[in-house]
């Protein structure tokens, strides 16, 4: 059961010389060989002899006692990241023979600290998606109900978490696309201040709110990763410079009068699942006890959260994927005209969410509707902004579910598009304000389906969102039962 552990309690057993590195790893192995036909949540699995080399390597270094925190840890990645000499595809046809010629800082750093990466996740195509059925490789199903969606856009690497198929992962978010899945899941995912981790290596949906950040089984675990990956990156400009806070500690620090506000827009929007709705409730009390200060406050510009992300993100999206013609990256279709080339190259290798951002995005960027869409966006992003300032004048942080609902049945909601959009109503406003996010499971419906619980913080305020978060998370024991035999 080497696999179940926890980031923390692997590292913990690997020191004690309860188990070796190399039976961590096949454990984990066995369960991808077991399980990935059914939950699909690795696109590309690294060569088994090449991990197990590097499994003994770490073993031989553990033994010396002198070692970097994460050896041996095997780890999963988003296929929308790039990794040295390891197929990174987006989940995009058009990049199915890609090869980065190098790796993301984030998982230069990670790697660098001794984690073994086992494989590249599944994802809705470069993170356009909420349910994870818009890969090009196939949708990847909940291990919690095999019905239901993961969630998206890092579907692939929720569900590797929370089906034991490695210890963490590294995964992307830009609206929401690390928390949803992660609630979905019943695991612990981060989404960090735009500029606290390097985007360097990531490929880019929406630069101005795309992040980078773990997905992992506990807070404490969160806290590890994020002490290695966060930090300035002289290879992307908008990371900042600021010192990076001991997580691990802060997480342990009491939260008696703290002041914690529930945004009235999220506990009254139309569909708000009354279960959801209950463990929310039951968890505001929890606090009370604890002797935290409940405040309701007001975030008025919600609503507006989902239209404006709609108009901003497709618009980034259509530039950036741009680079994406099949002369410069991956793969050919070929034609007598360089336009055919062109056309071919992304009608074969883009599925369809992908292409109606890169058309939605183009119109609004185009020169009648620039003023009319793109700008009137921006202007409302800055009142979104605005609302977050405002309100954490009065209180420390936010509290919200990560979802308005749990996990969705498979097909529900991808043939209606405003739908599955608006499944992001509690994540986009966060990522529009760049402002640190993060899901923790809060507890299970009647049909022991797990719901993520988001704590939403000011800008470079991690610590204190992890700190509460470490506070409120569900029972680990609980969802780990659930995974084994539920
Ligand atoms: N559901 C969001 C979208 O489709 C998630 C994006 C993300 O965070 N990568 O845009």
Do not use: W
Not at 237 to 258: F, G, H, M, R
Not at 264 to 276: A, F, N, P, Q
């Amino acid at each position: 059961m080497l696999k179940n552990l926890n980031l923390t309690r692997a590292v913990e057993g690997l020191k004690n010389k309860d188990f070796k590195a190399t039976e961590l790893l096949e454990s984990v192995i066995d369960r991808i060989e077991e399980r990935n036909n059914r939950i699909n949540a690795f696109i590309t699995v690294v060569d088994f002899d090449n991990l197990k080399k590097k499994a003994s390597e770490a073993d031989k270094k553990i033994a010396t006692g002198d070692y970097p925190i994460l050896s041996g840890i095997p780890f999963g990645v988003k296929d929308a990241i790039c990794t040295k000499g390891i197929r990174s595809t987006g989940a995009a046809k058009i990049l199915d023979n890609y090869k980065a010629p190098y790796s993301a800082t984030v998982v230069k750093k990670i790697e660098d600290n001794g984690a073994i990466m086992v494989g590249k996740q599944n994802c809705d195509s470069f993170g356009h998606g909420a349910s994870n059925e818009q890969s090009m490789y196939g949708l990847v199903r909940n291990p919690i109900d095999e019905s239901r969606v993961a969630g998206g856009s890092s579907g692939g690497s929720a569900a590797a978490v929370a089906d034991n198929q490695c210890i963490f992962s590294v995964a992307e978010d830009t609206g929401g696309s690390i928390r949803q899945p992660a609630s979905f899941c019943g695991v612990v995912g981060l989404r960090p201040s735009y500029g606290r981790n390097s985007r360097y290596g990531i490929m880019p949906m929406a630069s101005s709110l795309d992040t980078v950040g773990p997905i992992a089984k506990s807070v404490e675990d969160i806290a590890v990763l994020m002490e290695i990956m966060a930090g300035r990156d002289e290879k992307d400009a908008t990371t900042v410079n600021e010192p990076v806070p001991n997580y691990s500690k802060e997480i342990n620090k009491s939260i008696k009068n703290l002041k914690i506000g529930i945004p009235k827009e999220y506990m009254e929007l139309d569909g708000l699942d009354s279960e959801v709705e209950k463990i929310m409730n039951s968890k505001i009390k929890e606090l009370e006890e604890l002797g935290v200060q409940i405040q309701s406050v007001s975030l008025p510009h919600t609503k507006y959260a989902i239209p404006t992300y709609y108009i901003l993100v497709p618009s980034e999206d259509s530039s950036n994927l741009g680079r994406l013609d099949g002369i410069r990256y991956g793969v050919r279709v070929d034609g007598n005209e360089l336009y055919d080339i062109y056309a071919g190259s992304r009608a074969a290798g883009f599925p369809a969410e992908v292409k109606r951002r890169i058309i939605i995005g183009t119109y609004s960027l185009s020169a009648g509707y620039y003023d009319a869409y793109y700008r009137k966006a921006q202007k409302v992003r800055t009142l979104i902004s605005r609302d977050f300032e405002e309100v954490f004048k009065k209180v420390d942080v936010l509290l919200t579910s990560t979802s308005p609902f749990p996990a969705f049945k498979i097909g529900e909601k991808v043939d209606d598009i405003l739908q599955m959009y608006t499944a992001d109503a509690f994540v986009a406003p966060a990522a529009l304000a760049g402002l640190p996010a993060l899901s923790v499971p809060g507890g299970l419906t009647k049909d022991n389906l797990p719901v993520g619980l988001q704590i939403i913080g000011p800008r470079m305020g991690e610590a204190q969102v992890l700190n509460v978060g470490n506070k409120i998370c569900f029972n680990n024991a609980d969802i780990q039962i659930i995974r084994i035999y539920g």
